[in-house]
Nanobody, 126 residues
């Protein structure tokens, strides 16, 4: 099992920045990939970005490319989402997620992941 705990959400003005953290614990040695999804009220969770743990390759949803950056700290077993130039449409609950082992499923889909954090609210005011 892997436990994920997000932190760092909050209220920020448009154009500002926030950094989300996701601390992983448990059987973290087998993690294949970790990612971030976000959810708008009444909508399904949507892909934001992810990182393949072994090769450190990152992938982003088009609307956040150039503004959001995913990184990790192996020593701390922590995933980060640096969000710059935030827009009101980035307002959502952000979830950290992890795939426990290799999966042929697209990492842009929820079904590729096995563990989820509790979510953290990000609110961007105009």
């Amino acid at each position: 099992q892997v436990q994920l705990v997000e932190s760092g959400g909050g209220l920020v003005q448009a154009g500002g920045s926030l950094r989300l953290s996701c601390a992983a614990s448990g059987r973290t040695f087998s993690i294949y990939a970790m990612g971030w999804f976000r959810q708008y009220p009444g909508k399904e969770r949507e892909f934001v970005g992810c990182i393949k743990w072994g090769v450190r390759a990152t992938y982003y949803e088009d609307s956040v490319k150039g503004r959001f950056t995913i990184s990790r700290d192996n020593a701390k077993n922590t995933l980060y989402l640096q969000m710059n130039n935030l827009k009101p449409e980035d307002t959502a609950v952000y979830y950290c997620t992890a795939a426990r082992s290799y999966t042929p499923r697209s990492l842009t889909t929820q079904v590729a992941y096995d563990y989820w954090g509790q979510g953290t609210q990000v609110t961007v005011s105009s």
